[in-house]
């Protein structure tokens, strides 16, 4: 099975080969507009009011700090945020809760692996505040075999620590593994620790354009990739 073009034809994923589908939340399964949204619009908006500040000044002051903690647990971490910005993120993240939102054919996509013999794992980086809203939100919790925290583990998944900690709860078998994720780095750490299937979304926000195809295969929506075979539990 192809997808349409996305810049360059790809190959997608031949099913038989894979036991094991371990898939993000945020700009995976639900759209990155809330995430987005919150973190520059929302959160800036009441951190300028605290502080007395423009709304532009406090978004790049917080953007700063953002950056400083990318690729670190506490960039995800709504305790760590909560503490320096001495604001209730998880309260305030509650406030455009309706905002949250399932990104298009994701819920069949799920439904449709929930009804085949793989293990399906929610391999995520969002602090379990942020996780346990979203689930309640969007009713998605049912079509896991289990749900995977990296706070768990203490590691995001953009660290080796987090898949070894991975491999040691769940004997999955790399080689057969089918990975979904929004970010090129957290695939790309993937991709070293041995998993072959990998995949991205083109538009992980729904709000802002299609990004340019990366390093990994991307597609735009998941009935793209789902083949009438996956439909028939087979």
């Not at 605290?50 to 709304?55: A, P």
């Not at 532009?56 to 305790?79: Q, S």
């Not at 993937?190 to 295969?217: I, N």
């Not at 009935?223 to 439909?231: G, R």
């Amino acid at each position: 099975m192809r997808a349409r073009k996305l810049g360059r034809e790809i190959k997608m994923i031949d099913w038989k080969n894979v036991d094991t589908v371990l898939l993000d939340m945020d700009g995976t399964l639900l759209d990155l507009h809330y995430d987005n949204y919150f973190w520059l619009q929302h959160l800036p908006k009441r951190y300028a009011a605290m502080h007395n500040l423009g709304e532009d000044e406090a978004r790049t002051k917080l953007i700063a700090m953002f950056e400083a903690a990318r690729g670190t647990l506490n960039w995800y971490c709504v305790d760590f945020w909560s503490d320096s910005l001495n604001l209730d993120i998880a309260a305030l993240k509650k406030e455009i809760k309706h905002l949250i939102a399932i990104r298009p054919h994701a819920e069949r996509f799920l439904r449709s692996l929930h009804q085949s013999y793989r293990e399906v794992l929610l391999v995520t980086n969002a602090h379990p505040k942020s996780l346990n809203l979203k689930l309640d939100e969007t009713g998605i919790g049912g079509f896991f075999d289990e749900i995977i925290c990296s706070h768990e583990f203490q590691y995001p998944k953009e660290d080796q620590a987090f898949w070894r900690s991975l491999q040691r709860k769940h004997s999955f078998d790399p080689t057969r593994t089918l990975f979904i994720d929004d970010s090129e780095a957290v695939l790309s750490s993937a991709k070293q620790y041995g998993v072959r299937y990998l995949l991205t979304l083109m538009q992980p926000d729904s709000q802002l354009a299609p990004r340019e195809l990366g390093e990994h295969p991307g597609f735009h929506h998941f009935d793209e990739i789902m083949p009438i075979s996956l439909l028939r539990g087979e």
